[in-house]
């Protein structure tokens, strides 16, 4: 008696519920997963059961996901610094030279620019560098199990980690990813992958950590299938006046021509549909732009405008580097990256610093296919 009140002190102290050590074997939620995955998909109970037993709850991947205590303040500034940096810029530039048939192929299939989707690898993941250490089938669990407010997302999640495994004849524990159970270079999660995973080098399989090929293939049949917009506008900056609270309220889906939005500039902007989007930073003024389809697409993969942004303007950072004449050496298209990912505050300011070619295929562009190429790296590229 003694003993197992100590032991329950000890387990309090630490921090854990008693027995949270254990697998989660033997727990009525997990019984019932397992009964429900045999009546749907007729998986054996008894391998599950067994998978069960090797997998326990990992606190680091409830740490992970938990809000952080002192809510971080959004700041658009900060954000963006993480991800338009010199080293996920070189990083670009050699996946992009590395992959520029794969790249180029995509783009021709499916109509989403080249630099877009190094735009979304590289945000997600440097090229491959962070691809997420968890064991994948551990992480979802967890989250499935023991953390109430996502657990419906996450039971579908490995749901389909089961179904994915089953179908490439893989061990499910053999998958590795990020805490969230997001996979390979592009972070697909289980479900996005058997639905929109693509076997872009066509070796007979998706394999979206040792294949840059598929990896790119996926990203673009992913925004494709979200409604990508071959050469449509993504985003203009924007200059407002007065009060737009109801633009910004009204979300970031795009439901107004430029004209009529009151109290917004957008010299040259294209006559379709967009919404305002905010960029806070604190004691700092807010980005306005407008956001078109193409963007509201990009928040698809992320809910975030900040995400989408970011990787708008690391795809236009690449595309401006890339642009740069033959001949120049790699540190110096990195410094004319670096010149560009610096230059964002105004659009003024930003094209002063564009190297001149991208300026005059941005203007041949806009000749040939109307105005704001600048909202669309791979358009200029192809004028
Ligand atoms: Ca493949």
Redesign the pocket.
């Known amino acids: 008696m003694m003993t197992r009140t100590l032991f329950f002190l000890l387990a309090l102290a630490l921090g854990a519920p008693a027995g949270a050590t254990s697998s989660f074997a033997g727990r009525d939620d997990v019984r019932s997963f397992i009964v429900e995955m045999q009546a749907k998909h007729g998986l054996d109970p008894a391998e599950l059961s067994a998978l069960f037993a090797k997998s326990q709850r990992n606190d680091r991947v409830i740490k992970a996901i938990l809000p952080p205590k002192d809510p971080a303040i959004r700041s658009w500034q900060t954000y963006r610094s993480r991800f338009i940096e010199p080293r996920r810029i070189a990083a670009g530039l050699r996946f992009g030279q590395q992959h520029a048939a794969a790249l180029a192929k995509a783009e021709a299939q499916y109509g989403v620019p080249a630099a877009i989707i190094l735009g979304i690898i590289g945000v997600e993941t440097i090229y491959g560098r962070h691809t997420g250490r968890f064991g994948a089938f551990e992480a979802l669990a967890t989250l499935a199990f023991d953390y109430p407010p996502r657990a419906a997302l996450f039971r579908g999640e490995l749901e389909a980690l089961l179904l994915l495994a089953r179908d490439e004849k893989r061990d499910p524990l053999s998958y590795q990813g990020s805490f969230a159970g997001a996979l390979g270079l592009p972070q697909f999660l289980p479900s996005s992958l058997r639905r929109w995973g693509t076997?872009?080098?066509?070796?007979?399989?998706?394999?979206l950590t040792a294949?840059p090929?598929?990896a790119i293939g996926s990203v673009a049949v992913f925004l494709k299938e979200h409604g990508w917009e071959k050469d449509g506008p993504i985003a203009v900056p924007a200059a407002v006046e007065g009060e737009v609270t109801a633009l910004i309220d009204a979300g970031i889906r795009p439901q107004r021509l430029p004209a009529e939005m009151p109290g917004v500039r957008a010299d040259g902007s294209p006559a379709q549909p967009a919404a305002l989007i905010d960029l806070v930073t604190p004691d700092a003024p807010t980005e306005y732009w407008l956001g078109y389809n193409n963007f509201f697409v990009l928040t698809r993969y992320n809910r975030s405008s900040f995400y989408a942004m970011a990787v708008f303007e690391l795809a236009e950072t690449l595309e401006a580097a890339r642009l740069l004449p033959p001949g120049r050496t790699e540190a110096s298209r990195l410094a004319h990256g670096r010149v560009a990912a610096s230059g964002q505050k105004a659009g003024a300011k930003k094209n002063a610093k564009t190297p001149r070619r991208v300026r005059h295929l941005r203007a041949t562009c806009a000749a040939a296919t109307g105005p704001a190429p600048r909202s669309a790296p791979g358009v200029c590229a192809r004028a």
């Open positions: 076997d872009f080098d066509e070796d007979g399989r998706i394999d294949s090929a598929d």
